[in-house]
Nanobody
């Protein structure tokens, strides 16, 4: 099983980035998928999740700015991040909750 995350980078505050995570070796269409992040010196925290029925849930800190979505035909989960803030700087990981599979992480850096 492999989760390949991409789309991270350096952006100025107020900017946008879109993350993608492609799963291989596993079919994720019936699974809840999540995005997590870990900033230096902090614990990993859940940012957003999406169920197989496309119910979504967000951390309070990103509500109204981030959008999680999925394309089951592509075995992919996305995270659109708008109005980014320096506090959003972290390594972002995708996660298959039921199987506890993690992606390798992609760095997001937001400059002030």
């Amino acid at each position: 099983v492999q989760l390949q995350a991409s789309g991270g980078g350096l952006v100025q505050a107020g900017g946008s980035l879109g993350l993608s995570c492609v799963a291989s070796g596993i079919i994720v269409s019936d699974k809840t998928l999540g995005w997590y992040r870990q900033a230096p010196g902090k614990q990993r925290e859940r940012v957003a999740l999406i169920t197989s029925s496309r119910y979504t849930n967000y951390a309070d800190s990103v509500k109204g700015r981030f959008t999680i979505s999925r394309d089951n035909a592509k075995n992919t989960v996305y995270l659109q991040m708008n109005n980014l803030k320096p506090d959003d700087t972290a390594v972002y990981y995708c996660h298959v909750l039921a199987d506890d599979h993690w992606g390798q992480g992609t760095q997001v850096t937001v400059s002030s």
